[in-house]
């Protein structure tokens, strides 16, 4: 008899709404995702083992995704207005929808995991954001996050902005009442464009 598939479920909530430990692990790993590995020179890190930085407060939302009790994937989930692209880059702002406009940053990988999970974990956490009626979700990738979005996650964005003043660093945007093809066509049948860049 095979073991049962652990489930995938989504936890979003405030700090306080996750155990310390599964906490410190988001903000661990994104030390060693962003510092570590790619090197990031953040100018709110403070040298610790975990990384922060102004936009992380007792008031920040955040995403857990589970596989089983195994915590896989987190990230932090910002409204529009008070979102990276408003503070950093607000000359981008007036392209992404007023309203529920949610952004996905510091999105981060806490270990391995079999090959169908990524693209099981966003369709749980794209389904927790349609129930909570976000139409919209976007980020400022680099071309190593797109491509992690279009061919790991199988979650291609609806758009691809490139930034004028960031080589290689695009706004993505995610339309939640779309479908989404992993070949990377939106529901039309169109391409989407390559190019792209930036921060998780």
């Known amino acids: 008899m095979t073991d049962p598939v652990p489930p995938i479920t989504v936890k979003i909530g405030l700090p306080s709404d ?13 030390k060693i995702a962003f510092i570590d ?15 922060r930085d102004t936009f992380d407060s007792p008031n920040t939302i955040y995403v857990g995704v ?4 195994r915590l896989v994937y987190s990230a932090r989930l910002l409204p529009r207005d008070k979102s990276m692209v ?27 995991v079999p090959s169908d999970v990524p693209a099981r974990a966003i369709r749980a956490f794209e389904q927790d954001m349609r129930d909570k009626e976000v139409d919209n979700l976007f980020a400022v990738a680099d071309r ?4 992690f979005y279009r061919r790991i996650l199988k979650f291609p964005p609806h758009s691809v902005m490139p930034f004028s003043d960031l080589e290689g660093v695009s706004l ?5 009442d779309r ?14 464009p390559e190019g ?4 998780a």
């Open 18 to 30: 996750f155990t310390d430990d599964d906490f410190s692990a988001m903000l661990k790993q994104r």
């Open 37 to 51: 590995t790619l090197h990031w020179q953040l100018p709110d890190y403070d040298g610790s083992d975990e990384e």
């Open 66 to 69: 589970y596989y089983g009790e």
């Open 86 to 112: 408003a503070l950093l880059w607000p000359h981008m702002l007036s392209l992404i929808p007023e309203g529920a406009s949610i952004e996905i940053s510091r999105f981060v990988g806490h270990e391995q």
């Open 144 to 147: 190593g996050v797109l491509l």
């Open 172 to 176: 993505v945007q995610w339309s939640l």
């Open 179 to 192: 479908k989404h093809d992993a070949a990377g066509l939106d529901d039309g049948g169109r391409p989407i």
């Open 196 to 199: 792209g860049d930036s921060n």
